[in-house]
């Protein structure tokens, strides 16, 4: 530090010019299109694995089931249900295929 003047020394070539603020800008530029794309490039990706990867889930661990309320009848005639004893416990098992996690389920069902 310059004890005289109270400041630091000027370093030669160390001035702003404007061809280095637009070198600085042209950089700013193209690194942001750079992270355009490649945000592109992964929705694309993630798009197209849901797509394919869903049906793939499908063969490996099951499709999706639906349970529907059982109905009694005695002819044409539809009894209600006076009571019921269920339990069911489902443990959640995330399965990863190429990009995505895929929520699977194991169920135990019991009823009487």
Known sequence: MNER?????????????????FGIAVILVVATVAWFVLAGATTYRTDTADTTGYDKVGSLWGEPQTQFAPTFRTGKKELDIASSDIAADFTLDQRKKGLLWYSTYAVDFRAT
């Open 5 to 21: 003047a109270g400041r630091m020394p000027r370093r030669e070539g160390s001035t702003v010019t404007p061809l280095r603020l």
